[in-house]
DNA sequence: CTGCACCTTCAAGGCGACTTGAAGTCAAGG
DNA sequence: CCTTGACTTCAAGTCGCCTTGAAGGTGCAG
């Protein structure tokens, strides 16, 4: 496949792909006069960056897990990573899941303003789930809650 | 408070305060001689700030936020917000998750290389949970899983 | 009065992740 | 032969979110 091809497969635009090659999260592509041609496992690896980028990993970290996945030290190397991001992971599920259960009770939520909100007070780590609590437990004044 | 008691109290760089207030993301303080100084509210106000920011809210999105709470307005605008943000938010979730899944069953995955792990196969929209069933349901073959 | 910590503004710099633009190369088709 | 379209490189630009640096003001202690 071209470099147009495979940009269309994956829904990337040509010149991300050049800029993936030139940091080395893609390897280089063989040429053929000049032009890069693909296999079908470049979607594949595409797929595992689009993945990793989602998950809150920079390119670098991604260009680390594949090339520790590429040479002998792979599942080591991965699992040091692994060792390193997990708690990262969590961190941002449990302050998504936080503003989560913000947003979807905001309409309910009885504060009059933000600054008052329960919802802000000071963040003790890992005080994740308790958020709903602490709004149920909150005045509950609804002032203009209709739906 | 100066804007460096701020800052210390809310783990911030000064900078980054009259940045934000630059920005009308913080609204413009009182002037004491030319000097900035605040009330023990700045520091509700930046935490409201700093969990917006780690839920996936931009700054521009964050003074919409603040100011919809502040003029009448009020919960209208916040509804119309969480509209917009609940499924970001909840595929934000959906992605750390399937990430999450992955990482700590990476040493168990038994791929040999991420590039065939069934993991990253193409992503049907809204396929999440089911990150777990893929990889049980994989070959399991194990190359050198020793943890 | 001097020194010092702390404050001010404004312009510029930096990082991550790309995109855009200019100028050039190559293979195929009319 | 010449154009067309997709490719090439390289430099510079963009966006969000700040940080850094220069040059200067303020207030209090010694």
Redesign the interface.
């Known amino acids: 496949m071209t470099i147009g091809e495979v940009a269309r497969a994956a829904g990337l635009r040509t010149s991300a792909i050049r800029y993936y090659e030139s940091i080395g999260v893609l390897p280089e592509a063989e040429r053929h006069a000049g032009q890069r041609r693909y296999g079908p496992?470049t979607l594949?690896?595409l797929?595992?960056i689009?993945?990793?980028k989602?998950?809150?990993?920079s390119l670098g970290e991604t260009r680390a897990?594949?090339a520790a996945?590429?040479d002998s030290s792979?599942?080591a190397e991965?699992?040091a990573l692994?060792a390193r991001?997990?708690p990262e992971?969590?961190a941002?599920?449990e302050?998504?899941?936080?503003?989560?259960d913000?947003?979807?009770t905001?309409?309910d939520c009885g504060c009059e303003?933000?600054?008052?909100?329960a919802?802000?007070?000071?963040?003790t780590p890992s005080a994740a789930g308790s958020a709903r609590t602490r709004l149920r437990a909150a005045p509950m004044r609804r002032?203009?809650?209709s739906?």
């Open positions: 496992d594949q690896r797929r595992v689009e993945v990793a989602q998950a809150g990993f897990l594949l996945d590429a792979a599942h991965l699992r692994a991001k997990l992971i969590d941002l599920i302050r998504a899941q936080r503003m989560r913000w947003l979807t905001a309409s303003t933000l600054d008052v909100c919802l802000f007070e000071p963040v002032p203009g809650a739906s």
